[in-house]
């Protein structure tokens, strides 16, 4: 691995940018497609239609690579402890405005461990491993699978007690549960934290063999990409209350 000198310090790498960008957009077709549904303009089983479940995993996929590999590069360049707080007291301070603003709408399935939730924490804990360069595939991989064994172990030979434990709002983060908690977003640490660790292990690889892959010319057609990703945490909170605001003055301007 190159030091971290291989990129420079504190500049933005348009590809990355573009690639969270992407996330942001697809992510916001698919937020206007389930607030069609639920103004009734549409009629789509968004909770079990794989068409839409594979979407959601796509979307949060790609979210949580893009992190990973953000907070990678940050190492690389130097980022101070400091800073990364600063940074994470933004995410955390999101989240609780999702948990509020989905309790308002929606008091029986609110947001209490969504993706900026996720995310949160599994900052920390990739913050803590990424020095661990390639070791990052493994225990991404090792996350995944010891949740997959985890599930089909509580679901085949746990006690009651544990499962009900397990499933209940005090563990379900972990995501060592039975049954999907009614929720509207949900992003608990396991599998997760895998993804993650998959996208540190990127943005380590960037940060040093592929640092020449950030320095090619994003093409004219992608930089609005770019600058969206630039803006993901603000869009990401402000995109649905403008979106819902729309389609309640169209319905309002219908009568």
Known sequence: MRSPASIPTNARFETVDALRGLAMLWMTVFHFCFDLNEFGYIRQDLYHDPFWTVQRTLIVSLFLLCAGMGQAMAVAQGQSWSRFWRRWAQVA????????????????????????????????????????????????????????????????????????????????WLGLITHKPITEDYVPLLPWLGVMWWGGAIGRWLAGPGAAFLKRPLPALLRPLASLGRWSLSYYLLHQPVMIGALMALGWFSR
């Open 93 to 172: 301070v999101a989240a609780l405005l999702v948990t509020a603003g989905s309790w308002w709408m929606y008091p029986r399935s609110f947001i209490y461990f969504g993706v900026l939730h996720g995310i949160a924490l599994m900052l920390i804990v990739l913050r803590l491993t990424v020095r661990r360069g390639g070791w990052l595939w493994l225990l991404g991989a090792l996350a995944i699978a010891l949740w997959l064994l985890a599930v089909s172990g509580l679901q085949a030979f746990a006690a009651p007690v544990l499962v009900d434990a397990l499933n209940g709002r005090a563990l379900n």
